[in-house]
């Protein structure tokens, strides 16, 4: 479970959470979502190659507080068996929004998916976190920063200029 502080109200936050389409703009492991109908989704992730580069599923919202509470599990028979919450609750004092996200997940290939999912840096917890620090920064600020398609130099290319 992770949890930010975002400095928005919360009818905002819930909107753009509620429509699962905006999902991949903040979660880097999700190549899409598609919405179904008004409850049901199909999703796509990224996932290490050795389990085939992707896993796909379907996914209905289980419950849904507008405003405050979103919850949703993947149907029966998806290639990957989870199921999370959000929640939207005012922080004291007009400072905006708790935002909390909770996640359970079976991994593809049972025990063996999550030590590779570990191995690859695609555990959940990790992306929770990272995945909430972009809809802080999208919703507070417009855009998500990343490092993608920037320059960056070797640290061979400093210790060759250091020993010439």
């Known amino acids: 479970m992770e949890s930010f502080l975002i400095d928005k109200p919360a009818e905002e936050l819930y ?5 699962v389409e905006n999902l991949p703009r903040i979660m880097t492991h999700l190549k899409s979502v598609q919405r179904l109908d008004d409850r049901k989704s199909h999703w796509i992730a990224t996932a290490p190659a050795i389990v085939g580069g992707s896993v796909e599923w379907d996914a209905e919202i289980s419950s849904d507080q507008p405003n405050s509470h ?3 599990r993947s149907l029966p028979g998806s290639g990957l068996e989870n199921e999370g919450s959000v929640e939207f609750k005012r922080a004291p004092g007009e400072r905006g929004t708790a935002v909390r996200v909770s996640l359970k997940y079976a991994p593809p290939v049972g025990a063996a998916g999550r030590w590779i999912a570990k191995l690859f840096g695609s555990e959940p917890e990790s992306l929770i976190r990272e995945d909430l620090r972009s809809f802080k920064r999208l919703m507070e600020i417009g855009e998500v920063l990343t490092t993608n398609g920037q320059p960056r130099g070797s640290c061979f ?3 060759g200029r250091l020993m010439h």
Do not use: H, P, S
């Open 70 to 72: 979103i919850a949703w």
């Open 15 to 19: 909107a753009f959470w509620r429509d």
């Open 157 to 159: 290319a400093g210790v």
